[in-house]
Structures are given as C-alpha cells and as structure tokens.
C-alpha cells in the first residue's frame, strides 16, 4: 500500500490546457442553468467523490459546498443520508441517481426505472439533464484526478 504522505502527481506541474479548461467551463453553463438549486449539484459532486475516493475532488467539494450553503452536517451525514434527516427528498432522489450512475458496474441496471422515477418526481427534463451530466462530469474528473494523483491546493 503506498504511503499516500508522501504522493505526489503524476505530471509535477501539471496544469490542464486552457482549451480543456474552456470546455468544462461550457459544459458547466447548462448543468448550472438546468434549473437544480446548486446546493443539490453540490451533494451530487460531493456523493460521487466519495464513491471514488477522489482526495482532489472532496476537497475541491468541501469548499464549493460551504459557499452553495450545505452545512457541516450534510457533509458528515452525507454517506449515510439515506438514513439522515438533514436532507429534502429532491435531494435524495439526486443522490440516489448519482449513486447508480457512479456504481453503474456494480449492477446490471444501475439506473432503474424505480430510481428514474423517483428523480422525476422532482426534476423536470432539464432538471434530470443537469443531474446525470453533474454526476457525469464528476466521475470524469474524480478518474482523471486519481489517476494523475492530483492533489488539492492547501489552503491557508
């Protein structure tokens, strides 16, 4: 097992290409406009990060969830929050879709109808648009970060 003290990136100085950046950032306009409070597309990117373990990403999340207005508790309760109170059912429905479409190799049909549905009952078709390409997005950067060891920026 590696001791992650001591890991360092992948690339040292890597910093992705300005195009990319451009990229993500207009795929980003429709995900934020899709009609989904931004504290939800918080917990989604949160969820999937720690479905992935992805150090960059969570730490990356906690700093955007402290400023979309998710509390200490959601965060901590996050892994649990099926069974935790401090979350609306519009955001355990996200969680739930997040949930599969992160785990889609876990199960032969991750994305049930039953979980579908429950989205649907509190997303519009934008709304549910904006969820899977949140989830998406997220899984895409928690593999591309874990796989080049990117390690957040300390903050201080």
């Known amino acids: 097992m590696p001791d992650f003290a001591t890991i360092s990136t992948r690339i040292p100085g890597y910093e992705p290409h300005a195009d990319s950046r451009a990229g993500v950032q207009q795929i980003m306009?429709?995900?934020?406009?899709?009609?989904?409070?931004?504290?939800?597309?918080?917990?989604?990117?949160?969820?999937?990060?720690?479905?992935?373990?992805?150090?960059?990403?969570?730490?990356?999340?906690?700093?955007?969830?402290?400023?979309?207005?998710?509390?200490?508790?959601?965060?901590?309760?996050?892994?649990?929050?099926?069974?935790?109170?401090?979350?609306?059912?519009?955001?355990?429905?996200?969680?739930?879709l997040t949930?599969?479409?992160?785990?889609?190799?876990?199960h032969p049909d991750a994305v049930s109808d039953e979980i579908w549905a429950g989205a649907a009952e509190h997303f519009d078709e934008d709304g549910l648009v904006a969820l899977v390409a949140m989830a998406a997005l997220s899984n895409y950067f928690n593999r591309v970060s874990t796989t080049l060891r990117i390690q957040p920026v300390p903050q201080g």
């Not at 406009?33 to 990356?60: D, W, Y």
């Not at 999340?61 to 996050?78: D, K, R």
């Not at 949930?99 to 876990?106: M, N, Q, Y």
Request: glycine content about 8%; aromatic content about 6%.
């Open 29 to 96: 306009k429709p995900i934020y406009a899709g009609g989904v409070p931004r504290k939800t597309l918080e917990l989604v990117h949160m969820r999937a990060s720690q479905i992935n373990g992805c150090n960059g990403c969570m730490t990356f999340g906690i700093q955007s969830a402290a400023s979309a207005g998710i509390s200490t508790e959601q965060l901590v309760l996050l892994p649990a929050w099926r069974e935790s109170a401090v979350f609306s059912d519009s955001e355990r429905a996200a969680l739930a």
């Open 99 to 106: 949930e599969a479409i992160t785990r889609l190799a876990d």
